[in-house]
């Protein structure tokens, strides 16, 4: 419920503190005094559109905070959740409108949207008035309405479900139908792609290493004829090997007769065997090395002729052409067993549709029961309301063929005011005052089902008398029961039922500056204001015993 009303530099306010209780309370004042501007305000909180001559003149500036104490299992908590907004203790709505026209939203201290704060207040607070026609206007509404009524909610989101699930199936259907279409047309071009891809067998990465290896082998054809020219000059019968080593052995065996002169040349000469024949052995290594067959380079590059062919004439890169195999594969697959899942696909969906038709016909038979039930209910209310020639008629029609998330029925509120009449739909019959009893009678009938914590009626007593204004009194009072009730209103007999009683008043600042006040009443102030709402401007003692015996009856 609402606990808290901030309000500072809103057209008439300067500054302004309200804290409310639970049960009904009333707020009243002289025509003038500022009651709207306190609803403009606290709509401003919930989301409302911005405007920037709500700032109070000569303010750069106005802000709202409403504070709410909510359950802890109520939705808009999940709600914030949803939208990553900290939902811990109380819920706090602020609202800052500047002079220029632009408006900052926040909950819980956090920025939001503007969007995402009209919704919260709208699981908050409900504000009807006289010409407030957001919860009878729209027929999905009336149709939410009656389900709430009856307790259809659960049943309500099972034919949802069930529909989406057949429109589902009907999908899957459709489209199955559309592969098996295009794949006959094209069965010869895939049969005869699919055997030559099958035969080709490209693998992903195959023409990177493909690519590769003949750069590899062009390469060592390059080098080879270098590397046995070398090799036949150290290994052939022309090579300096064998006589070098002649001539070593030759001088090794007159190194001990002058040694001063042969030790040195005997030693340079052996190494420089060593790394000639170190050098023939190296040689011989890199031939065996580079051997290949010439035709592996023929094959590899057929192969990789064969696989760019490919990619051209299907327009994809080689790596793709054994995912395009294994996809026509599939449609040719689904061309050949297509007519067998096909009649599957359609079975599901017939017992998919058979099961939502099912769901939705229990539902559209309990409605009709709730709407019964409903329209007696309503019907109860409207004889105290001064409507007792009224008649509140839900119109359902239900059309088996017409299926939706909804279900198959289309739901208005219609009523007839008078006897002899013709019933129409509650918008375009009934009158302001009218319109605004028979709200009052639907939102007594669903107090308990689900409405919002807090309600705001205002001034929907305009226009009625004492008995009418009696009626209306004892009904906010019974919603009181169940949720918290506010309201504007001129009628003495509602602002006797009230549990709490504000009093709405300018008061001048200066000769060019007034502000509107609000100040919480005690009984005997109460007293006074209900005589003077009875009276007008002269206050007799009629009208404050008229007001005791308002209060006493209350109570």
Same mark, same amino acid.
């Given at each position: ?41 606290? =709509? ?16 750069? %500036? ?6 709410? &104490? ?29 002079? !220029? ?7 819980? !201290? ?10 919260? #207040? ?70 005869? =792609? ?24 062009? %390469? ?5 004829? &270098?590397?046995?020219? *070398? ?14 080593? +002649? ?37 011989? +290594? ?53 007519? !067998?899942?096909?009649? *599957?696909?359609? &079975? ?61 029925? %289309? ?19 009934? +009158? #302001?005052?009218?319109? +605004? ?37 004892? $009904? ?43 100040? %919480? ?9 209900? *005589?003077?709402?009875?009276? #007008? ?10 007001? $005791? $015996? ?6």
């Amino acid at each position: 419920m609402l606990v808290t009303l901030s309000i500072r530099d809103i057209v008439l306010i300067d500054r302004l503190d309200l804290d409310f209780a639970a049960g009904m309370s009333v707020l009243t004042g002289e025509t003038g005094a500022g009651k709207s501007i306190l609803l403009d305000s606290l =709509s401003l909180a919930l989301g409302a559109r911005g405007d920037a001559d709500l700032v109070r003149h000569g303010e750069t %500036q106005g802000q709202v905070t409403a504070v709410f &104490d909510v359950p802890v299992h109520h939705p808009v908590r999940s709600y914030l959740r949803e939208n990553d907004v900290d939902d811990e203790g109380d819920v706090i709505l602020r609202r800052i409108q500047t002079a !220029d026209g632009r408006t900052r939203a926040f909950i819980n !201290d956090q920025p939001v949207s503007a969007g995402l704060l009209r919704q919260t #207040g709208s699981l908050l607070v409900e504000i009807h008035g006289q010409h407030d026609d957001r919860a009878l206007v729209d027929p999905e509404s009336h149709r939410t309405l009656i389900d709430i009524f009856g307790g259809l909610s659960g049943q309500a989101e099972a034919v949802a479900k069930a529909y989406s699930t057949f429109r589902a199936a009907e999908k899957a259907v459709t489209d199955h139908e559309k592969r098996i279409e295009a794949a006959r047309s094209e069965a010869d071009y895939l049969r005869a =792609s699919v055997d030559e891809l099958s035969q080709l067998k490209p693998e992903v990465g195959e023409e990177e290493n493909l690519a590769a290896r003949r750069t590899d082998m062009m %390469q060592v054809e390059k080098i080879a004829g &270098d590397l046995n020219e *070398a090799f036949e000059t150290l290994n052939g019968s022309a090579s300096p090997i064998p006589e070098l080593a +002649s001539l070593l052995r030759r001088l090794e065996r007159k190194s001990d007769q002058v040694p001063q002169l042969l030790a040195q040349p005997v030693r340079t000469l052996s190494e420089a065997l060593d790394q000639l024949e170190e050098t023939r052995s190296g040689l011989e +290594s890199a031939i065996r090395e580079t051997e290949f067959d010439p035709r592996e380079l023929e094959t590899v590059e057929e192969r990789l002729f064969g696989l760019r062919a490919a990619s051209r004439k299907y327009s994809v890169p080689v790596d793709e052409l054994a995912v395009l195999c294994e996809r026509m594969s599939t449609d040719l697959t689904d061309l050949d067993a297509g007519e !067998d899942k096909l009649a *599957a696909l359609i &079975d599901a969906a017939a017992k998919a549709r058979a099961d939502y038709d099912k769901k939705a016909a229990t539902l559209s038979e309990k409605r009709q029961k709730t709407s019964r039930a409903m329209e007696k209910a309503v019907g109860a209310e409207l004889p105290d309301l001064k409507l007792e020639r009224a008649r509140f008629i839900v119109e359902l029609v239900s059309d088996p063929e017409t299926r939706s998330r909804s279900g198959i029925d %289309q739901l208005e509120f219609h009523v007839q005011t008078n006897p002899g009449t013709r019933p129409g739909p509650m918008m375009k019959v009934a +009158s #302001g005052g009218e319109l +605004s009893r028979f709200l009052l009678a639907l939102k007594v009938c669903l107090a308990d089902k689900g409405s919002a914590p807090t309600l705001v009626f205002d001034e929907i007593d305009t226009g009625v008398g004492g008995a009418v204004a009696e009626a209306i009194g004892l $009904r906010l009072a019974r919603l009181a029961d169940s949720v918290q009730v506010l309201t504007v209103t001129h009628a003495p007999q509602v602002a006797a039922r009230a549990g709490g009683h504000f009093l709405i008043a300018k008061e001048a600042l200066r000769p060019d500056r007034v502000a509107t006040r609000v100040q %919480q009443i005690d009984q005997d102030h109460r007293s006074e204001e209900i *005589a003077r709402m009875l009276a #007008g401007s002269v206050i007799t003692e009629e009208a404050r015993a008229a007001a $005791r $015996r308002l209060l006493t009856a209350a109570e």
